[in-house]
């Protein structure tokens, strides 16, 4: 299968986390992949010699291969990025000519996400947004509302919606209305090889239990038992020493980066805190 996966981030810059890991799993998988992505943070010389289209070798799976696709409009700071805006339905044209995809994922809202949803619309093509966080919420300014109704857009108009955690799917058919359509809860790929003994992962809660109390999330709410193991998540948008831990008590769903994120995480009790 041919796919295209879409997101107005850096690719090359961005830390390691689920965006790259599900296109090189996929790729090294034998499918074709390929990822249009936003050079965020890059100058025009940058952009102009990594080029409209190339080949590049994953950052996270050795020996896996995707089609890196960079728009050419200026630089990667908010000019570019209004830029793309403006000018990705164009875009989005140009890369699905060129690379033919039979599905595209987006974790893209605002810069090329809505944009790459009605042209795929218009050229029937299967589009599955993947919904990580509220994006209206991340930068609040002059487009926030406008960001909201583009989220709304996506909520509403793709062919599925895939959440990483019951509390964003939640949120998604409450911005939807009535019209949100298929989706499904779907958590974000475990790295087996990072499995470490829980006793190591306590010593580890021990040693920033005084963080954890400044930011009011309360050490005494995960207890461990002796010999459990516990599966590491390594990457994340905050650090790329994030842990997944099974919680025993508390049903909480942490990262110590950005406090709370979702009460009530029920499903499997597990909880993630940032290192």
Request: charged share 20%; proline share 5%.
């Amino acid at each position: 299968m041919r796919i295209l996966f879409v997101h107005e981030v850096n690719y090359l810059t961005k830390p390691i986390y689920e965006m790259h890991e599900f296109p090189e799993h996929l790729a090294a998988r034998g499918h074709d992949v390929a990822f249009w992505h936003f050079p965020e943070g890059y100058s025009r010389a940058q952009i102009k010699e990594l080029g409209f289209k190339k080949t590049i070798h994953g950052r996270v799976v050795t020996g896996s291969t995707i089609t890196l696709f960079t728009p050419q409009f200026g630089d990667g700071g908010l000019l570019g990025r209004l830029y793309t805006a403006i000018g990705a339905g164009n875009v989005a044209k140009k890369v699905i000519k060129d690379f033919k995809p039979d599905l595209i994922v987006s974790f893209s809202v605002p810069t090329q996400g809505w944009q790459a949803l009605k042209v795929a619309k218009q050229l029937n093509l299967p589009f599955v947004f993947r919904a990580l966080d509220v994006s209206h919420r991340i930068r609040k300014g002059i487009f926030t509302s406008l960001i909201r109704e583009a989220e709304r857009f996506l909520y509403r108009n793709s062919d599925f919606v895939s959440a990483n955690n019951r509390a964003m799917l939640d949120y998604c058919q409450h911005l939807a209305g009535q019209d949100f359509g298929r989706s499904g809860v779907h958590f974000p790929p475990l790295d087996r090889k990072q499995d470490v003994p829980a006793e190591k992962v306590a010593r580890f809660f021990e040693a920033i239990a005084p963080e954890l109390g400044k930011r009011g999330l309360g050490l005494w709410q995960f207890t461990f038992t002796t010999g459990r193991i516990v599966t590491g998540y390594p990457g994340g948008s905050y650090t790329e020493d994030l842990v997944l831990v099974n919680a025993l008590s508390g049903h909480q769903f942490f990262n110590i980066d950005r406090s709370i994120q979702s009460p009530a995480v029920t499903a499997n009790d597990i909880a993630l805190i940032g290192k």
